[in-house]
């Protein structure tokens, strides 16, 4: 969620999945988050599937629903569960990397 919000251009699912290190590798090798847990998808579209109600896809490109999704994601004083806060600065660096 933090790369569909802080891009600069709006994702494809195909670049989600680049960026996320998601395809056949993580079916075999799940990738490891910082919380201890594990990613086994192959790709992103599930999850932007059961995101519907705040994410939508035109054209392959996934947007968020409305902007004032980001800026709750966004505000730490709005979004007080930190599952779900996005700092953007943090967010910005991973894309970099």
């Known amino acids: 969620m933090g790369s569909v919000v802080v891009a600069k251009t709006p ?6 999945d680049v960026l996320l290190g998601l ?3 993580t079916a075999k090798d799940p990738l490891k ?3 201890g847990s594990s990613i ?3 790709t992103s ?8 109600s705040i994410l939508r896809t ?11 999704v980001a800026d709750f994601l966004t505000d730490p004083v709005r979004c007080t569960d930190a599952r779900f806060f996005i700092g953007i600065s943090i967010h910005n660096r991973i894309l970099a990397l």
């Open 11 to 16: 994702l494809t699912q195909e670049g989600l």
């Open 58 to 68: 035109e054209e392959d490109t996934i947007r968020l629903l409305h902007a004032s």
């Open 33 to 35: 988050l910082p919380d």
């Open 23 to 25: 395809g056949p590798a």
């Open 40 to 42: 086994k998808l192959l």
């Open 45 to 52: 579209k599930g999850l932007i599937a059961s995101l519907s």
